[in-house]
């Protein structure tokens, strides 16, 4: 339960595993201080609430132990100051061209419909190419929502 409490996605479910946990005789005191401890920034580390913050769909440190692990393939301790900024500005170039397609994949006409869009439109002028993406992402995802009454309810 508790390697599985950053994974969870609904605030009850957490907030239910949490009191499960510190209420639970099979840890220590200092385990459960721990983790209190850690309860107090739950936005940075829990999936529950993480989403309730503007992350660019990044909520992994995944994406940043996957650079390390590029940087390790062309660095090593012995590489010069001028090697590493070589290094970058050539992962760099890959990631832009990467992003480039990434973007292109969306349909012109669904590119044009959120052209339209009021969102787009006020935070166009402020953000970059890769934000204003991410955010047609998410009102394309927004957008596909259905409802359905279930049990006389919305």
């Known amino acids: 339960m508790i390697r599985n409490l950053p994974y969870i996605g609904e605030e009850e479910e957490f907030i239910e595993d949490t009191k499960f946990i510190l209420n639970s005789r099979y840890i220590s005191k200092e385990q459960k201080d ?18 309730k913050q ?21 660095l090593n301790s012995s590489s010069k100051l001028c090697e590493l900024f070589k ?4 992962l760099e170039a890959k990631e832009v061209y990467v992003f480039k397609d990434e973007v292109e994949k969306l349909t012109k006409k669904e590119d044009q419909q959120f052209e339209k869009s009021i969102l787009i439109k006020h935070f166009a002028p402020n953000y970059s190419l890769y934000v204003l993406a ?3 992402e998410q009102l394309n995802e927004s957008l596909n929502y259905k409802f359905a009454k279930v049990q006389k309810t919305w």
Not at 54 to 74: D, N, P, Q, W
């Open 34 to 51: 721990y983790l209190k401890e850690k309860l107090v920034e739950q936005d940075k580390w829990a999936k529950a609430f993480m989403k």
């Open 54 to 74: 503007f992350t660019c769909g990044m909520c992994t440190t995944s994406r940043i132990e996957a650079k390390h692990r590029v940087f390790k393939l062309y």
């Open 87 to 90: 290094v970058f500005k050539q």
């Open 134 to 136: 991410k955010l047609k």
